[in-house]
């Protein structure tokens, strides 16, 4: 695997955790109503990376264009996150938006 | 594929279509709070039969082991949804306990 | 779930069902040197479903562009498995062309 | 995270990628009719890592059943890989191992 590759592979595992972390994290705050938005999208997000996960590491002929899907969703989610002063929120938001970058990178 | 092997195969594949409608649908309840472990199994559960329809479909050999595992998780998501008077919570319930049947006979 | 919703998510079972099963019939056959294409592709498009239906049962915002590219990427099996005269080849061929239909206008 | 949590979250990492590595290798060798049963393990493995790590992320109530499971896939693939030579093969049964004693201890 060259660097980028490895780049993006890595920075979709740290996201797929904070979104699992944060979704967890989520379900436990007392002001979860406020939250719904952050766990809806911390499942996609979630879900996404796996799915980039499985594409890159099996070396896929659609890596770019799944890359490019993952980077939306990341971005998306990271905006939700930023919304809230949770630290996990805070932690996933940050973890989106590096793997929103680096996926951006691999889907050029 | 035999009959008995379908028919687990679409309790899943419904099994699936509930439990990802009750999580949504969960998200948009005013008494959020309340449906937080629903919620958690809700997507626990929904994981489970799709990795299951992935092992069925693709004749793994683990799909005993596999469909074992899923009966457990339905049974425990039809026991939390079956805690709550939600309509979407009562078709889950219901979904999850025939899916744990099909799987527990699938195991076999 | 209106009717198009439904049609789409169809779709994308019985073509996860399909690319599953000629996946593994693939990997029984005489000539497997020849279907090392199908055998990749059939995986990357039942996962690619799968993710969709995940996607569509959740209500996810992404719905239309992750259904766009699962109609990429089943275009892209159908084009492999029409290339052989296994009946599980024309089948699986025949789903993804279905589900190709219905993904692209699930994602309009 | 404690630490034996974190030691199988990443064994299970290192696993889903050494399995993709191996799933794709496989498919690009002269002698692919020997690696049927490789390929298939591989995906298998590989599924139940990553259904394994969602698990673990997530929280969920069954991680000690899923990584039970998933070591028994695991030891299942590794069988299977140090069956042959290709360094991708060697690689994998390594990987698998060390993911089948992690999750063994996980699922204690």
């Known amino acids: 695997m060259n660097p980028k590759y490895d780049e993006c592979l890595e920075a979709c595992i740290e996201c797929l955790k904070a979104c699992n972390t944060c979704f967890d994290a989520c379900l436990r705050e007392d ?6 938005g952050c766990i809806q999208l911390d ?3 979630a879900d996404a990376c796996a799915f980039a996960i499985q594409a890159m590491t099996t070396n896929s002929p ?4 799944i890359c ?3 980077a939306d969703i990341c971005e998306s989610c990271a905006r939700e996150c930023a919304k809230h002063e949770h630290e996990h ?3 996933c938001a940050e973890a989106c938006l590096k793997c ?3 996926c951006r990178m691999r889907s050029l």
């Open 31 to 36: 002001d979860i109503k406020m939250m719904a």
């Open 89 to 91: 929120c805070k932690k």
């Open 43 to 45: 499942r996609a997000c």
């Open 62 to 65: 659609f890596v770019k264009e």
């Open 68 to 70: 490019r899907l993952c």
């Open 100 to 102: 929103a970058e680096a």
